[in-house]
């Protein structure tokens, strides 16, 4: 168990457009979702949280209006980003939370490749 | 924040060798974890082991809170165990989430 899918797996898109990413969590509910960027050969870094029914939590640093981030449902969230421009390139992977124990695991989808020309 | 330190960075093997990757970290954490990133850039989870000893057939990784650190044992390595490994922590950070911090990872090679 425990699976959580993203789509697209890949996106190329023009400067200025807007492009969204969805995560889903298959087999559990999630109240609580991540999105990270990595670069390449880096680590991952977190953007934000969403919490399911209430606004997301962004890290320092992240423009959440270019980051858009719903989470309507306990197994959906999505991330749009806005105006995209070639420095938005990067790989973003959403992980969902689920109870473990007495704390919580993160399962983490495929990723997205995003390309902005 | 909480600051997390892997080693090796870099770490070059034999097929069937045996290896050990370290996990250090700054502060108390309530949730860790070990992922192994494929070439196409899957997380694929290895172990929640916020503390105390785990196995998964040729892998098992400890944990000592007390002293801040996680270790992840690799046995009789394959050319399949190729990628990267990651560490993440993080505290327990209120509304019923735990936020993970992650190391900058170890690129482990497996050679034929």
């Known amino acids: 168990g425990a699976v959580v899918s993203q789509h697209p797996s890949w996106v190329i898109c023009k400067s200025g457009t807007s492009v969204k990413i969805e995560c889903r969590s298959l087999?559990?509910?999630?109240?609580?979702m991540f999105w990270y960027r990595q670069f390449p050969k880096q680590s991952l870094m977190l953007m934000a949280t969403?919490?399911?029914?209430?606004?997301?939590?962004?890290e320092q640093g992240v423009e959440k209006d270019k980051f858009l981030i719903n989470h309507a449902s306990l197994t959906l969230s999505t991330l749009t980003v806005t105006s995209a421009h070639p420095e938005d390139s990067s790989f973003y992977i959403c992980?969902?939370?689920?109870?473990?124990?007495?704390?919580?695991?993160?399962?983490f989808g495929p990723g997205t490749r995003l390309t902005v020309l | 924040g909480i600051q997390v330190e892997q080693s090796p960075p870099d770490l070059i093997l034999q097929e069937g060798a045996n290896s050990t990757l370290r996990c250090n970290f700054s502060?108390?954490?309530?949730?860790l974890q070990w992922f192994h990133q494929n070439p196409w850039g899957q997380l694929i989870n290895l172990f929640y082991?916020?503390?105390g000893t785990k196995q998964n057939g040729r892998l098992s990784a400890t944990t000592v809170a007390t002293e801040r650190y996680s270790l992840l044992y690799i046995s009789s390595s394959q050319t399949t165990d190729s990628g990267v490994y990651f560490c993440?922590?993080?505290?327990?950070?209120?509304?019923?989430?735990?936020?993970?911090?992650f190391g900058k990872g170890t690129k482990l090679s497996v050679i034929p």
């Open positions: 993440a922590v993080g505290p327990y950070s209120g509304a019923g989430s735990y936020q993970l911090t």
């Open positions: 082991i916020p503390s």
């Open positions: 992980s969902a939370e689920r109870p473990s124990g007495s704390g919580h695991e993160q399962f």
């Open positions: 087999d559990f509910q999630a109240t609580t």
């Open positions: 502060d108390s954490v309530n949730n």
């Open positions: 969403s919490n399911e029914g209430s606004k997301a939590t962004y």
